[in-house]
């Protein structure tokens, strides 16, 4: 075997970086797949361990018996070189040279060196054992047979008439150094031999340990995989709002296990969460039908306040000045709270899922109207309008709708300066179309040169009660607002199955509503 085999043999697979993934080879994702890999590299690893260390051991048996071989031999048959008739020539051609090859193996190397020059070198190469044949050496060789030393000891060594041979120096009686070797060929081809079985087998074991492997950590998991299941169901269930029920739930499995106790810990929190969303949609039906209550039982008193207010008002007696400026102020808080009470029934009735009217309603129309009494209540504004040549018509509720025109421009009047251009335009998107029916979406939109609405407001613009900010409102009406005209936009245009959008920055805010089109 050739110098150094052993260590590159114990080193082997376990090269640099063997710890670490192949940055060429895809990363196993899954769980299952990643134990599985983890399997297969362990037992890959422990196949390996144990290939070198019996490919290594083997060698190192086979060339010690090689040693002790060379040791019985001794060193007669290249001392019967010195004594033979003839010298081995210098030349390529092999001579027929003397010497003592009875009890030699075939393939015996003998040499004999008298200080660092080589006087004999042959190899019994009859198959008799009874005849030698001169080696021709090359200066090179010549060379390696002198830095053998004489120890006694196995040493390795490659000529190159020959292969490779495993050689043993002795000093001679006349001074001299014997070189005796055997070859390592039988050594190698026995090592190469195992080396191939243990590759076969330990390959095949691998493939069949993967695959049981594979199967045995897919059964392993089966539980999780359930419960992974499980969760993704629940998180395709709407839980932002309505009446919830978390109805899946993962199968139980051994209490006493990982899984088994993560399942355990999840169906635990489910019916948590579960708890907690029905304690919240109770909460929101009590409060749903608080202000629904509480909105249509104030609508009565408002009436009656404001009526008796404008009673006093219309009396034909003298009116104190003071009296009746309280009676006008009345009437308008009267007013004003029953437009709130109005909205809140309305947000509530919404709120509780109550269908509203579908029929066919022009809006275009109800732009032209809205837009024409927002110039009569804010003639200070510019008012700009961009229609699309046909009309565009929506199945819905025409005085819900005209609720949402009329209060984005109320709006847009209301937080904006005296002399902002406020533009309102109107067209149809096509969305989708089939071979019978075309879908399209009507696309409102409110803009105004305004100086916009903040940052930290927008996020909940849309939410109830929520008023603008002192710099939108800076120099316009204040203290009008109730905070509930948004909020009616957003939840009228859901209920038509659309949607309202917030784009805004200083000098350019505009309020995009979506709605289903009527069928083409």
């Known amino acids: 075997m050739r110098p150094g085999l052993r260590e590159r043999l114990a080193r082997g697979p376990l090269r640099r970086g063997a710890g670490r993934w192949p940055a060429r ?25 144990v ?3 019996a490919v290594v051991e083997l060698n190192g048996f086979l060339t010690g018996r090689l040693d002790q071989q060379l040791r019985e031999t001794g060193e007669r048959f290249p001392a019967s070189l010195e004594h033979g008739g003839t010298r081995p020539s210098d030349h390529d051609g092999d001579e027929a040279g003397d010497g003592d090859t009875r009890r030699q193996t075939v393939g ?3 040499a004999r060196l008298v200080g ?7 190899v019994v190469g009859s198959s008799t054992g009874t005849g030698a044949q ?5 200066a090179v060789d010549r060379r390696t047979l002198a830095a053998v030393p004489a120890d006694g000891a196995g040493h390795t060594m490659d000529l190159s008439a020959l292969d490779d041979y495993r050689v043993m120096a002795v000093r001679g009686r006349d001074g001299d150094v014997l070189v005796t070797g055997l070859p390592t060929e039988p050594v190698e081809a026995t090592v190469h031999r ?7 087998v330990f390959g095949a074991a691998l493939a069949v340990a993967g695959f049981a492997g594979a199967m045995w950590v897919r059964w392993s998991l089966r539980p999780l995989s359930r419960v992974a299941a499980t969760a993704t169901k629940v998180s395709r269930l709407p839980l932002a709002s309505g009446e919830v029920g978390l109805w899946p739930r993962a199968p139980e499995a051994d209490p ?3 899984v088994g106790r993560v399942a355990d810990a999840f169906n635990t929190m489910l019916g948590h969460v579960e708890e907690a969303l029905t304690k919240r949609h109770a909460s929101e039906e009590r409060l749903r039908s608080f202000a629904a209550d509480a909105s249509h039982e104030l609508r009565t008193p408002v009436a009656s306040i404001r009526g008796h207010a404008e009673l006093a008002l219309l009396h034909p007696g003298p009116v104190p000045q003071k009296v009746a400026r309280a009676l006008e102020r009345i009437e308008a808080e009267a007013a004003r709270m029953g437009e709130m009470v109005d909205d809140l029934l309305l947000l509530a009735r919404l709120d509780a899922g109550r269908p509203l009217e579908r029929l066919p309603v022009d809006l275009t129309r109800l732009v032209l109207d809205a837009v024409t009494d927002a110039q009569a209540a804010g003639p200070g504004h510019r008012w700009t309008l961009e229609l699309s040549e046909e009309p565009v018509t929506v199945p819905g509720d025409a005085h819900r709708l005209h609720q949402v025109l009329a209060n984005l421009l109320a709006n847009a009047r209301l937080h904006t300066p005296v002399g902002t251009t406020i533009t309102i335009s109107l067209e149809t998107e096509e969305t989708e179309e089939t071979e019978e029916t075309e879908k399209s979406t009507a696309v409102l939109t409110v803009h105004d040169d305004g100086p916009g609405v ?3 407001v927008q996020p909940r613009v849309f939410e109830r009660f929520t008023h603008g900010d002192r710099r939108r409102t800076e120099g316009v009406q204040s203290g009008t607002g109730t905070g509930l005209g948004l909020s009616i936009v957003a939840a009228v245009a859901e209920a038509h199955g659309g949607s309202v959008t917030l784009d805004s920055a200083p000098a350019s805010t505009t309020f995009t509503v979506r709605v289903p089109a009527a069928d083409g």
């Open 134 to 138: 001169n080696v021709p050496l090359t």
């Open 454 to 456: 903040a940052m930290d």
């Open 25 to 49: 080879l895809p990363r196993p994702h899954t769980l299952r797949a990643r134990l599985t890999a983890g399997l297969v590299v362990l037992l890959a690893v422990s196949c390996a361990a």
């Open 194 to 200: 195992l080396e191939l079985v243990a590759a076969v």
């Open 51 to 53: 290939g070198v260390a």
């Open 116 to 122: 660092d020059t080589v006087t004999n070198a042959a």
């Open 256 to 258: 006493r296990s990982e």
């Open 108 to 110: 015996t190397f003998g």
